[in-house]
């Protein structure tokens, strides 16, 4: 058998578009000190210089995750801020401006969708980002920079959620709490992608969506009792917490002997693996991982049509504020995404 050749990571595609120089300065969503909303504001402030295998990056879109309010407010990785004014964010989707070496794969013009360093600094909610090589991945060509902004940290948690830590399969039951939220919409699809039986809780107004994404089953959380109408599942993705009417107890009664429970939140309860522990059922918590290989394996998924992402709302990098509320408010449906510049 003879190998074909492969063709140079550095061919040019179709996909590649112009690039310019970048500037000296940049506009971007900061905070000065940590607060509320409103702490949230748009600067002007240098544009950053990539070192070694970093890329920069020209931000068309930055997804907002529940850890950038957090941060915001003073808890979530605030601790990691070295200095104010400080841009937060961490997803984002763009086009490469400066590649590491000369022949990179990802080359200047290619759109990419990735994360920032996480969770050391934030600072998508900018027009220019570094971004460390091993975070980034080709923009799936089907998805606007905008849909793409969605996607890197939600769908890499629910990744390594459902396929990593609790080995999605066929037959498995699996209870997905919050399954409308950023998280949630993709740990549904990516359940019933790998054959597993999903019931979702979610409300009313999410129920058929929740359906077509892949829920066998959604047991509206605002009307209904979980634990009176579902039993012996083999494993719980909690995205709740147990802050909010003590979600996690209640779950590791409806937990099959020797069953997984995954809490997500994990600061919502100490002491939740001695729970679980006595309760008879498996306990583990769960850290996204920046990595754009899965995230590329993510991409091909969301390119075949079979996952999708669900944009709620998008606001302007000037009205970053707003969208904080927004997500504050905990109703979002899939994402709410900052439009930074045009394409
Ligand atoms: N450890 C990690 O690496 C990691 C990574 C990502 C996220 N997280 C954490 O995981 C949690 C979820 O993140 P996310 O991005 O998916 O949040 P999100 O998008 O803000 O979640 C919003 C969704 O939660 C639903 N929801 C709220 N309370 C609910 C309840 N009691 N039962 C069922 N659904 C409920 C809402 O539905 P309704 O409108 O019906 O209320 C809404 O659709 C957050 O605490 C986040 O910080 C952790």
Known sequence: MRFRPLRPASTPDSTRVAVADPPETMRAAVIEATGGPEALH??????????????????????????DAKTRGGTGVSSAI?????????DFSGIVVR??????????GTPVF????????????AEYAVVPSQSVARKPSSLSHVEAAGVPLAALTAWGLVVETAHAHEGQRMLIHAGSGGVGHFAVQFAAYFGAHVTATGSTRNASWLRELGA?????????RFED???????VIDLVGNVHERTGERSLKIIRPGGLYILVPTGSWPGYADAA????????????IPDGGTLATVGRLLDSGAV??????????NDAAAAHAELERGHTRGKIVLRVSDD
């Open 277 to 288: 522990a006595d309760a008879g059922v498996r306990p583990t918590g769960y850290k996204v």
């Open 308 to 317: 999708q992402v669900y944009i709620d709302r998008v606001f302007d990098l």
């Open 216 to 224: 066998s089953v959604v047991i509206d959380h605002t009307s209904t």
């Open 82 to 90: 070295a200095a104010y004014p400080a841009a937060l964010g961490f």
């Open 229 to 235: 109408v579902i039993a012996d599942v083999d494993v």
């Open 42 to 67: 748009e600067a002007t402030v240098a544009v950053p210089t990539p070192i070694l295998s970093e890329l920069l990056v020209r931000v068309v879109a930055a997804g907002i995750n529940p850890i």
């Open 114 to 125: 990735g994360m920032v360093p996480f969770p050391r600094s934030g600072g998508s909610y």
């Open 99 to 108: 590649s590491p070496y000369e022949s990179h794969p990802l080359p200047p």
